[in-house]
């Protein structure tokens, strides 16, 4: 469920379709971690499992660096 307040939006659900491209990824990524009033969850989807799953390697290093104001 999203929820909205305080100018934040937390609950998000974000569809990641296919893009195994690793420079998209990262910029895509990066700009949702530096922003702070989104907060949710990125799912992620490939035909190509190694594209999604270095995909998803890629978000969880974003999310745990400590710059990241959004989880």
Request: proline share 1%; aromatic share 8%.
């Amino acid at each position: 469920m999203i929820n909205t307040q305080d100018n934040k939006c937390t609950g998000l659900n974000i569809a990641y379709i296919g893009g195994g491209s690793r420079g998209w990824a990262w910029g895509f990524m990066m700009d949702l971690a530096m922003d702070e009033q989104l907060c949710g969850t990125v799912r992620l989807y490939d035909i190509d499992q190694e594209a999604a799953r270095r995909n998803q390697i890629i978000g969880q290093k974003i999310s745990a660096h400590p710059d990241a104001v959004s989880r």
